[in-house]
């Protein structure tokens, strides 16, 4: 069976390192491989769609960059259980039209044995926002070690 470590049950260490191993692998933008990281049955809200499933879950990635454009995410802790983790994140994008955005938004996730997300429900606000406003200027993938977090940086 595949893993996905760190296996639950979490620590307030091992609940970090999950996070910061979603938010880099969400930074790449890569559909295929992020749909890994959840169970084949992994069931998902995402704002107002409600599906399920690994393909499911690909097609939605794929479908959310090529809107998303220049996508950069900070995600952090907010809460941890045995085999949950509940995250509070921020997103920057533009359309195709140069329109920059800022998406507020916090995620409730369930892990099965294997490490696998097989729930995920997140509730997420856009608001647009002018270039000069960005936060979020590192290259394209995974946030630098030393770039500010959420708790680091104003709301």
Known sequence: METKPPLPPFTLET??????????AWN??????VSMAYSIDSYWRNRAEIFQGR??????????????????LVKELWAYGDDRIA????Y???????QWYRAYGNENWEFDEFGLMRRREASINDRPIKPEER???WPIGPRPD??????????
């Open 28 to 33: 790449n933008r890569a559909p295929d491989k």
């Open 135 to 137: 936060r979020f200027h």
């Open 55 to 72: 393909e499911a879950i690909r097609a939605f990635l794929q479908r959310k960059w090529d809107k998303e454009l220049d996508y950069r």
């Open 15 to 24: 609940a970090k390192v999950k996070v910061r191993a979603a938010e880099n």
């Open 92 to 98: 920057e994008w533009h359309d195709d039209a140069g």
């Open 87 to 90: 995250v509070r994140f921020q």
């Open 146 to 155: 030393d770039h500010p977090g959420l708790l680091d940086s104003p709301a």
